[in-house]
């Protein structure tokens, strides 16, 4: 495993695909997703300048983030619980997986100052377990919009087989995103999709945060 040439393998892909698209590569935040990596390699990562990464678990991040640099971004990226939320939600600087007005009742109350927080859609109804059913996000939003601590900057999806293609899935998630932004009248700026297989379609549909694993560790 070489991270270094990883991400520049990575880094030239991602180029590409924003030059294909016609964007900036400056619109598109690679988040180094490190859950189950040792700080080690985190540190080697943080050596070729990522500054964003990704962890899914309470415990194995809390472990984590004193014993790597202060000026990292900790993007929680995995199903909080709501019981565990407390011991980080003060820690982190990202929440990309709201799915519950329990959990946003919990950060309400917990959280110091606002947190950068992406709402979880869940497009293809059919397949995925995680995130707001597609059709609701509307009103939990709406929801949303009273609470405090609660700073919503982007949706998040993950991809998943079902009827309609990663490329499709994507774009159903960008449409929701315009559609929210006109009828709140408010910006939501990001999208968090795209995986280690997906992302440079992710990119193609508008994608401002890809989380990749797999491929920056092979
Ligand atoms: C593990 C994980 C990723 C990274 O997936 P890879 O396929 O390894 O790139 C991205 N997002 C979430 C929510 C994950 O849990």
């Given at each position: 495993m070489d991270i270094k040439s990883n991400l520049t393998e990575v880094e030239e892909k991602i180029v590409n695909a924003c030059k294909k698209a016609g964007r900036d590569r400056n619109e598109v935040k690679l988040i180094?997703?490190?859950?189950?990596?040792p700080v080690e390699i985190l540190q080697e990562a943080y050596d070729e300048n990522i500054r964003y990464f990704g962890e899914n678990k309470v415990q194995e991040l809390s472990n984590k983030i004193p014993k790597l640099p202060s000026d990292i971004k900790w993007h929680f990226i995995g199903h909080l619980q709501r019981n565990k939320a407390k011991q980080v939600i003060n820690k982190?600087?990202?929440?990309?997986s709201l799915d519950s007005l329990d959990l946003a009742k919990i950060i309400e109350k917990e959280r110091i100052k606002p947190l950068k927080t992406f709402v979880e859609v869940s497009i293809n109804l059919e397949e995925s377990k995680n995130g707001v059913p597609y059709y609701e996000t509307k009103e939990f939003v709406r929801e949303l919009l009273k609470y405090q601590k609660i700073e919503l900057v982007g949706l998040m999806m993950m991809a998943v087989?079902?009827?309609?293609?990663t490329g499709e899935q994507f774009h159903k998630l960008k449409e929701l995103r315009d559609e929210l932004e006109k009828e709140f009248?408010?910006?939501?700026?990001y999208l968090s999709m795209g995986m280690s297989d997906d992302y440079e379609s992710a990119i193609k549909e508008g994608a401002t945060h890809i989380r990749l694993g797999r491929i920056l560790y092979k």
């Open positions: 180094a997703v490190s859950k189950t990596k982190i600087d990202y929440l990309h087989k079902g009827s309609l293609n009248d408010i910006k939501i700026p």
